[in-house]
């Protein structure tokens, strides 16, 4: 008997990095995962994740800022999967730009994705979560939404945003037997963090590719960046029977590099 026998659990941006990482990790736990991307390899992933664990997967091309692909997201998952037990919004891009630099457009594209996408797949996977009784929802924001770093304050309000969107819909699915929850990764080596240290370690100084990350990492207590399945072993224990009694909560899966 494994830990999510008949579970079926949805995870946004779960083609790669991160969201790859914890799809695999439910899915090498007995549930059926549906992956869903705005970038079509998501297929490709679909067919390497179900090659890896033997698990049902389904693949859906889902662009998170778009109503009617969320509705067509939960609703493909129902008809093909028969409902949706956990819903993982982890969908998230990031641009680095100096205060004087920062277009509107990189703002109003880092919301929508990282602040509106989760508030859209949450808002559907509630309807279906409150017919069948109940569910678990966890959201992704971001050692960013503590501490806000230089030159990313529209990545940083996204993810603050993500906290208030966890906490208010927490306390307004509380009786429907639903938890809501957030997670604040720190440094995770992914292709996000690899553009993160040639970009900020291109305006922060003359740092070469991996001298940023290793100058932060000494930062970090633990002395390594972290690894999807870091992040996923948060997630799923988060979905998990014995997080049935948290909710609300923004937990930081960092190494220490923050502590509050
Ligand atoms: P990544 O760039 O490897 O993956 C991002 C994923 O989001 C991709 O699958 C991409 O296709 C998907 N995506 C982007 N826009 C989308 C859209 N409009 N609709 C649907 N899917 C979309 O990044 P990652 O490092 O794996 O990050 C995953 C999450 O973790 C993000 O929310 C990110 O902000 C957060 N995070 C990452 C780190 C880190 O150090 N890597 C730290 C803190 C938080």
């Not at 439910?26 to 869903?36: L, Q």
């Not at 277009?103 to 508030?119: I, L």
Request: with cysteine; glycine share 12%; aromatic share 6%.
């Amino acid at each position: 008997m494994k830990r999510f026998d008949g579970k079926v659990v949805a995870v946004t941006g779960g083609n790669q990095g991160i969201g790859f990482a914890i799809a695999e990790r439910f899915a090498s736990e007995g549930a059926s995962v549906a992956i869903a991307s705005v970038d079509e390899q998501v297929h490709e992933a679909a067919g390497q994740l179900k090659a890896a664990t033997g698990a049902t997967v389904l693949p859906v091309v889902c662009d998170v800022t778009s109503v009617s692909d969320v509705k067509n997201l939960y609703s493909t998952i129902e008809s093909t999967l028969g409902g949706i037990d956990i819903s993982v919004q982890n969908a998230g891009i990031i641009t680095i730009a100096k205060v004087e630099d920062l277009t509107e457009a990189e703002w109003d594209d880092t919301m929508e994705v990282n602040t509106k996408g989760v508030f859209l797949c949450c808002q559907e996977a509630i309807r279906y979560m409150r017919k069948s009784g109940g569910g678990a929802l966890i959201n992704t924001a971001s050692g960013q939404a503590r501490d806000g770093f230089i030159y990313t304050p529209h990545y940083a309000a996204s993810k603050f945003g993500v906290v208030g969107i966890t906490q208010s819909l927490a306390k307004e699915v509380a009786t429907d037997n639903i938890t809501v929850n957030a997670i604040c990764p720190g440094i995770i080596s992914t292709d996000m963090w690899d553009y993160n240290d040639r970009v900020w370690g291109e305006m922060l100084g003359e740092y070469a590719p991996g001298e940023l990350m290793a100058e932060w990492v000494q930062n970090i207590p633990m002395k390594r960046a972290g690894e999807g399945k870091d992040v996923a072993g948060l997630v799923a224990f988060l979905a998990s029977a014995d997080a049935d009694y948290i909710t609300g909560q923004t937990i930081n899966v960092d190494g220490g590099l923050i502590m509050s």
